[in-house]
């Protein structure tokens, strides 16, 4: 039984970060959100990196005397001969290259099917971000989770490199939805500490996800049973989210449903074991009520030009990070044995993240994006240093090895902050849709990672040369936007220019704009 409070007749003026205090938002209901997004989203970092997983040259042996005389690596041997009567794969196992022939003049089509996967996130992200934030948060992430399921299945039963190239771009589409509205609903459920904590150890948990993808194509004999393990993951996040989610308070409130808003606190507050609220009138960051906000739209993104400013700024840190974090993970096959560097590359992330969420919420989100920044670009640099491949760290890895995975992690670690940052600076009312705007631009970055594959055979140091560049100027542009840490989280247009200290034009031509 759960006792509920009888206050006097007074109404009481809260905002919803204060209701979920009061709820307690490091409670059972809270942990529960964050563990589901934490295996969403290494469950989508599983199925990102499942096709590299997959595209794993295996080893060969030689059936003809032709064969045996060659002296040319593998990889061009095979191409000068007949699969099947010159030679054939030493493995039992099967993967993408057995199965499809991806090898040689096809060689290719792996690059293209991540493309296609980022290509699918690009070009949906921002249309389904509309969707959730015009339909709620948890209708459309219930949808975007049942589709996933659906064509991780068909995934499964491709018959030819084709299907699997459109099935691809069908999950990348759908990834682009689920990883927006599943960060925007469980920060929105949170206090910004917690939110932050759980942003890393969901970015940790997307490399872990592709760590695993690895791991699981090195054990799995047949190429189709891969699919299964993200696919028992989403069932059951899908089950427990049905029955256990309510939309999120902010979301309700931002759209006049105050009365519904209440109710969605009251149902976290059952589950916590905390009263219930009874005459609370609820308020924005500064104190206005729903009305004032009706009639804000996507267009003051644009309109106002600290949002413009802000935007574009975010949208550039957010390619950097991508580029460097996907351009460096499509880059392990020239670093040693590719399974065991995905490993790696997986594990080392979740340390520095951990690491970073202390920094953020000590020194603040920006000059703690700036500090690992400049990590990331000091180990890139470093790597231009011939003697760093000699150097060996231990059997498998030499010193350029553990610098490149290192850049990747700060970086990665950043790509994981920039998710809260940018999320506390934008509304409610369009948080979905500015942050898809910087996703976007972060899937450009995606889109010419798996490039990386190509611009080696010309020069492995272009894709270095070319962070390098990125990271200097991102590291300018965090210097012009605001800190947040230590702020509410804004619900209307009006919050975020008083909290952040805007000019009086801005708001009055905010004011007008509503009109």
């Not at 970060?17 to 563990?35: H, M, S």
């Not at 018959?159 to 990348?172: K, N």
């Not at 089950?239 to 209440?262: C, D, Q, Y």
């Not at 460096?328 to 560097?341: D, K, P, Q, R």
Request: hydrophobic fraction near 45%.
């Amino acid at each position: 039984m759960f006792k509920s409070v009888s206050l006097n007749d007074d109404v009481v003026e809260k905002t919803i970060q204060e209701c979920l205090n009061d709820t307690n938002p490091k409670g059972r209901f809270q942990l529960i959100v964050i563990a589901l997004s934490i295996l969403a989203t290494g469950a989508s970092g599983y199925v990102t990196f499942h096709m590299q997983s997959l595209s794993v040259l295996p080893e060969v042996f030689c059936l003809s005397e032709e064969c045996k005389s060659a002296q040319d690596p593998p990889e061009d041997m095979i191409c000068n001969l007949k699969r099947g009567l010159d030679w054939e794969f030493s493995s039992e196992r099967s993967n993408y290259v057995t199965e499809f022939d991806l090898y040689c003049d096809n060689k290719y089509l792996i690059s293209l099917g991540t493309t296609l996967y980022f290509v699918g996130f690009f070009f949906a992200v921002s249309p389904l971000s509309s969707i959730v934030d015009k339909m709620g948060r948890k209708f459309s992430t219930e949808l975007w989770i049942l589709l996933y399921i659906i064509f991780l299945g068909l995934s499964s039963l491709v018959s030819s490199i084709s299907e699997l190239l459109a099935v691809r771009m069908c999950l990348g589409a759908l990834h682009g939805g689920i990883s927006i509205s599943s960060f925007v609903l469980f920060y929105e459920f949170t206090s910004a500490s917690v939110a932050t904590f759980a942003a890393m150890l969901s970015s940790a948990a997307f490399s872990m996800g592709g760590g695993v993808a690895g791991l699981v194509a090195m054990v799995t004999p047949c190429w189709q049973q891969t699919m299964a393990l993200p696919a028992i993951v989403f069932v059951f996040i899908g089950v427990i989210f049905h029955f256990l989610m309510p939309e999120t308070p902010h979301w309700l409130f931002s759209k006049g449903m105050e009365r519904n808003a209440i109710t969605s606190l009251n149902r976290i507050a059952r589950f916590n074991g905390y009263p219930i609220m009874r005459n609370v009138q609820l308020v924005s960051a500064t104190g206005q009520s729903t009305d004032s906000k009706r009639g804000q739209s996507f267009g003051i993104l644009w309109s106002i030009p600290f949002f413009r400013r802000s935007l574009l700024y975010f949208s550039f840190c957010w390619f950097t990070v991508s580029i460097c974090f996907y351009g460096l993970e499509f880059n392990a096959a020239t670093l040693g044995n590719e399974y065991l560097v995905m490993m790696l590359m997986g594990c080392s992330d979740f340390p520095v993240k951990i690491s970073l969420y202390f920094l953020a919420s000590s020194m603040g989100r920006q000059k703690s994006s700036q500090l690992y920044l400049s990590l990331g670009l000091l180990c890139l640099v470093l790597t231009a240093v011939p003697q760093t491949e000699q150097i060996s760290v231990s059997g498998n890895f030499t010193l350029k090895t553990m610098l490149v995975v290192s850049g990747r992690a700060f970086a990665g670690a950043v790509f994981a902050l920039l998710y809260i940052y940018t999320s506390e600076i934008l509304p409610t009312l369009v948080r979905s849709v500015g942050m898809s705007t910087c996703s976007t631009c972060a899937r450009v970055g995606s889109l010419l990672a798996p490039l990386v594959i190509l611009v080696n055979e010309i020069s492995p140091s272009i894709i270095y040369v070319f962070i390098v560049v990125c990271l200097m100027i991102s590291m300018g542009l965090l210097r012009n936007i605001p800190e947040t840490l230590g702020r509410p989280l804004p619900n209307c247009a009006e919050d975020c220019l008083k909290m952040f200290g805007e000019s009086r034009e801005e708001l009055e031509s905010l004011t007008k704009s509503v009109d």
